[in-house]
C-alpha cells in the first residue's frame, strides 16, 4: 500500500471512531472482543467466582470469560504459562511467589476465614502452646494451612523458625490427614475448608483455631481475586470489570448462602452435601474489601518473613504495595 493510500486509511478510521463518539458509541476497543481465561479449581470458599457465573455478574459488566478448571495446587503455574488471565487465591499462599517474581496483581479482597488447627477432642492438647514438641499434619510446605498454622503458632509463643522449630511438620495427602491423626502418626492438623469442616464433624475434632472466628484473623481476608501482570497493564478496563464482578458475587453470597451451596453442589462446581456446605460459607465474612486485602497482606508479610518462610532480603514494604493495583471505577467494598 502507497502512502497516500495509507493516509487515507487512517484518516477514515478516525472519522468514522468520531462518527460513533457524536451519536453517542464506543469505539471499538481492543478489549471489546477480549475473552478473559479464569482458572479455578473447585474449591468452596471460591464461590464468588462460581456465583459471577450462575448469577450473571460477568454478564452484567459485559465481560466474556472462558473458565478453566484446573487441579489443586497448579494455579500459580497456569498463570505463570499464560494458561489463565485471572483467578481467586489464597492471599498468604501467593507471598512467596510473589517475592519470586509471579506475575500478578491482586485487586481486592473476597472473604476472610478457612482455615484451621485441630486436635483430636480427647488428646489433652487445649491451646497451640501445647503443641510445643508435637508433630502437625499439612497438606503441603507452601499450602495456606501451614501458614496460618506457623503465624498463629508463633503468636502464641510456640518458635516455628528455622532458628528454634519448636514443633514438627508433616506431609500428608489432604484426604489422609483425618486418618494420620486417628493413627497417631502426628498430633494435630492444619487445614483448609471444606475438608477441614468435613474431618471436624466426622471426627468430632477440637479446634485449636479457626481463622474464620478467632481473633485477630477472624477479622483478615484470606482470599482475594488477581490478575496477570499484563491483564492489568494492557486491559486494565477488563481487570476492573472481573474485579467489580466478583465484588458484586462475594456481597451476594454474604446474603445467600444456602441458595450458594445449593447451586455449587447442583451444577457440580463443588461436591459434598449442600446444607453441610452451607453452614461452613456462614462462618466466613464474604463482604469484598479492596482495603482488607491490603491490610492483611502487609501484616501476614511481615510475620511470615519473622518465622521464615519469606526470605529476610525480600523488601516486604516494596513487595506489599508492588502486588496490588488500584482502580478507580472499582469501590472498596460492595455490600
Request: aromatic share 8%; hydrophobic share 45%; proline share 4%.
Amino acid at each position: 500500500m502507497n502512502r497516500k493510500k495509507q493516509m487515507s486509511v487512517v484518516a477514515l478510521t478516525v472519522i468514522f471512531a468520531l462518527i460513533l463518539t457524536a451519536c453517542g458509541q464506543k469505539p471499538v476497543t481492543k478489549a471489546d472482543d477480549f475473552v478473559l481465561k479464569i482458572g479455578y479449581t473447585g474449591s468452596l470458599c471460591e464461590a464468588p467466582v462460581h456465583m459471577a457465573v450462575e448469577k450473571g455478574f460477568f454478564a452484567e459488566e459485559g465481560l466474556k470469560v472462558e473458565l478453566i478448571k484446573l487441579a489443586p495446587g497448579t494455579t500459580f503455574e497456569a498463570v505463570t504459562a499464560g494458561k489463565i488471565d485471572a483467578a481467586f487465591g489464597l492471599l498468604a499462599s501467593l507471598m512467596q511467589p510473589l517475592s519470586n517474581g509471579l506475575p500478578i496483581k491482586v485487586t481486592t479482597g473476597l472473604h476472610t476465614g478457612c482455615d484451621k488447627v485441630l486436635v483430636a477432642s480427647d488428646s489433652g492438647i487445649k491451646t497451640l502452646a501445647d503443641l510445643k514438641g508435637k508433630r502437625i499434619g499439612v497438606p503441603s510446605m507452601t499450602s495456606s494451612p501451614i501458614i496460618f498454622a506457623k503465624r498463629a503458632l508463633a503468636d502464641a509463643g510456640v518458635g516455628v523458625s528455622e532458628k528454634n522449630m519448636e514443633v514438627e511438620f508433616a506431609v500428608f495427602n489432604a484426604s489422609d490427614l483425618p486418618i494420620a491423626l486417628k493413627n497417631g502418626s502426628v498430633d494435630a492438623l492444619a487445614m483448609n475448608d471444606p475438608t477441614a469442616a468435613v474431618a471436624q464433624k466426622e471426627y468430632g475434632l477440637f479446634t485449636l483455631v479457626d481463622s474464620a472466628l478467632t481473633e485477630p484473623y477472624k477479622h483478615q481476608y484470606c482470599c482475594s481475586a488477581f490478575v496477570r501482570d499484563n491483564i492489568a497493564s494492557d486491559y486494565p478496563e477488563i481487570a476492573a470489570k472481573y474485579t467489580r464482578a466478583m465484588q458484586k458475587s462475594s456481597a451476594w453470597i454474604q446474603k445467600n448462602q444456602d441458595e450458594t451451596a445449593k447451586i455449587q453442589v447442583e451444577k457440580k462446581w463443588v461436591a459434598g452435601d449442600a446444607a453441610f456446605n452451607a453452614e461452613v460459607l456462614k462462618t466466613y465474612n464474604y463482604i469484598p474489601s479492596v482495603k482488607g486485602a491490603y491490610d492483611a497482606f502487609g501484616i501476614t508479610a511481615k510475620q511470615l518473613q519473622q518465622v521464615g518462610m519469606l526470605n529476610s532480603s525480600v523488601d516486604v514494604e516494596a513487595l506489599h504495595k508492588n502486588s496490588f493495583i488500584f482502580f478507580k471505577d472499582v469501590q472498596d467494598t460492595v455490600q
